[in-house]
């Protein structure tokens, strides 16, 4: 089987191409930085699954389409999509300069509105496929100095739904994660230990876990927060 990847070469997307490698998956990763991509592809080569790389700036929609209609990859037999590409730009709502929040849109909302409908459209001809979308607890309720990152994911999680509500009669699933605080890149330097964090593994095995339930089963949502953080 073959799986998409968007924001792959880091956190959350990294474990999640790692442990689908490991387990048989082909691969496309897709993420802004060539050499980053071309070390991950070196990884997970030995696993012995193909690997195909592309590099794209999913906050330009020009660059988005570009790679869904690249011709170097065949997307009919996707099975898993990955919407994990994703921007948080601190900051005060009130306050921001309008780029910061059209960034986070583009990039939070908008591709995962591109990509998801170019492969939903493929997976409900085949009567088959899984949808993960990487939202946030943001998603739920707004975090502080986050309030233009709390409006797009809000607003992933909602074309979540509505992508569920229409894929689900053609037997496509549909999930949201919403994950708290997660130990990943944009907590670098940081004094609070490993063990208070979700960890990018933890989302993996749990989205491999979901993958492997019954045929009928469709789990809506995966809230994933820390202990006691």
């Known amino acids: 089987m073959k799986a998409v990847i968007t924001g792959a070469t880091k956190g959350i997307g990294r474990a999640i191409a790692t442990k689908l490698a490991q387990n048989g998956y082909d ?6 930085g060539l050499d980053e991509l071309d070390r991950l592809r070196q990884e997970l080569t030995p696993y012995g699954n193909a690997i195909f790389t592309q590099v794209a700036d999913c906050s330009v929609k020009e660059e988005v389409y570009a790679f869904l209609n690249s011709t170097a990859v065949d997307f009919d037999n996707v ?3 990955v919407n994990n590409v994703g921007i948080f730009l601190p900051g005060s709502m009130l306050d921001e300069d309008d780029e910061t929040f059209e960034k986070q ?3 939070n909302t908008n591709a995962c509105y591109y990509i998801s409908k ?6 409900r001809s085949a009567k088959r496929g899984h949808i993960f979308n990487i939202c946030s607890v943001a998603s739920k309720a707004p975090v502080k100095n986050g309030g233009s990152y709390s409006v797009t994911k809000a607003a992933m999680l909602s074309l979540n739904h509505v992508l569920r509500q229409e894929l689900a009669p053609h037997n ?3 999930t949201a994660f919403l994950p ?3 130990k990943t890149s944009s907590w670098e330097g940081t004094a609070i230990p490993d063990e208070k964090f979700v960890q990018p593994e933890d989302i993996a095995e749990t989205l491999f876990t979901i993958l492997n ?3 009928g089963v469709n789990v809506d949502e995966v809230l994933i927060t820390p202990l006691d953080f």
Request: without cysteine; aromatic residues 8%.
């Open 172 to 174: 496509v699933k549909v």
């Open 213 to 215: 339930l019954n045929k």
């Open 180 to 182: 708290g605080s997660t």
């Open 118 to 123: 170019f492969f939903g459209k493929k997976m």
């Open 79 to 81: 099975a898993v999509l």
């Open 105 to 107: 849109q583009h990039i």
């Open 27 to 32: 691969l496309v990763l897709v993420a802004r």
